[in-house]
C-alpha cells in the first residue's frame, strides 16, 4: 500500500493506493499554516482513513522547494526549513516518507498517463499560488527540479510582478470577487486568459515544452478560457517558437496524489535495482 500527501496552499489531500494504482480511500482538510497543527492533522487523517496493512512508502507532496526531503520554502504557507519527514517519521511507524514538490509530482502523473509519453511537458497548476513542473520523458527534470515558474517576474498592468500574484486562483478570487467556478461572462474569462498567458510568453521560449497541461482549481475550468489563452499565445510569440500543445489535467484536484504514487513506485523499483 502506497500513502500520498498533497500539501496544497489552502487543501491537503492525504490518499491511499494499492500497489496497482487504484486510489481506494482519501480524505481532505483545510491546511493550516501552523506546521504543529498540520501534524496533527496528517495523524489524525491517517487514523481516519482506517488504513489496514503494510503502507511501503509514504509519499509527500508540498507547495515549494524541496531539497533533500526539506521544506526550504514555502511562501504560500509560510514555511522555511521544514523538516517534515522528521516530523512524520514516528507517526509512520518507520515506513520510508519521500518528500517532493506538488507541481513536479502533477507533471509525473500526467505525463505517465499520457499515450505516448511526451518527450517534454510542462505542468502548470494555477491554485492557491502558481506552480511548475517540468517533465522529460516521463521522469522529474533533474536540472529543473527546483524551479519556481509561479514566481517568475513578468510584467503585467504597468508593473513588474511575481506572476502568481495577479493570476492565481487566488488573485483571480481577490480581484474579481467570486470564485473561478462562479464567474460565468465571457470577457471576464478572456481578461483571466490575458493574466495566465504573461507567465507563459516568459516561460516558454526558455523551455520550449511539446505539451503544456493546465491543472489545479483554475485547471478545472480549463475549457472557459483555453481558446483565448492560446489565441494570445499565438499572437504574442516570436514566430520562430512553436506553440506547444495544451491540455487540461486529466486529473485536476487529484494530478497531485496520483505523482505522489508514482513517485513511490520508482522510489520502490529503485530501491530493488
Request: charged share 20%; hydrophobic share 40%.
Amino acid at each position: 500500500m502506497i500513502v500520498t500527501v498533497d500539501t496544497g496552499g489552502t487543501k491537503t489531500l492525504v490518499a491511499a493506493f494499492t500497489n496497482k494504482g487504484e486510489m481506494t480511500s482519501h480524505i481532505k482538510f483545510p491546511t493550516p499554516k501552523n506546521q504543529v497543527k498540520y501534524i496533527a492533522l496528517l495523524h489524525q487523517s491517517f487514523e481516519d482513513l482506517k488504513i489496514r496493512g503494510k503502507v511501503d512508502v509514504f509519499s509527500v507532496a508540498l507547495p515549494g522547494i524541496i531539497k533533500d526531503d526539506i521544506a526550504i520554502w514555502c511562501k504560500n504557507l509560510g514555511w522555511r526549513n521544514f523538516d517534515i519527514k522528521k516530523q512524520l517519521g514516528p507517526i509512520f511507524n518507520g515506513a520510508p516518507i519521500i518528500v517532493e514538490n506538488d507541481a513536479n509530482l502533477a507533471g509525473l502523473s500526467e505525463a505517465r498517463m499520457m499515450k505516448p509519453i511526451p518527450q517534454s511537458l510542462l505542468y502548470v497548476t494555477v491554485s492557491t499560488g502558481i506552480g511548475t513542473g517540468f517533465i522529460t520523458e516521463g521522469n522529474i527534470n533533474p536540472g529543473m527540479r527546483h524551479s519556481e515558474g509561479g514566481h517568475a517576474l513578468v510584467e503585467f498592468d504597468g508593473c513588474v510582478r511575481e506572476w502568481e500574484d495577479f493570476a492565481s486562483g487566488k488573485a483571480i478570487y481577490e480581484t474579481y470577487g467570486e470564485y473561478a467556478s462562479k464567474i460565468t461572462s465571457k470577457r471576464r474569462w478572456q481578461h483571466i486568459a490575458d493574466r495566465i498567458s504573461r507567465g507563459f510568453l516568459a516561460i516558454i521560449p526558455i523551455a520550449q515544452p511539446d505539451v503544456v497541461v493546465i491543472g489545479g482549481s483554475m485547471g478545472s475550468f480549463f475549457d472557459r478560457y483555453e481558446k483565448h489563452l492560446v489565441g494570445l499565445l499565438e499572437e504574442r510569440l516570436p514566430p520562430h517558437i512553436n506553440r506547444p500543445l495544451f491540455i487540461q489535467a486529466r486529473h485536476p484536484e487529484h494530478a497531485v496524489a496520483y505523482g505522489g504514487y508514482y513517485h513511490a513506485i520508482d522510489y520502490l523499483s529503485n530501491k530493488k535495482a
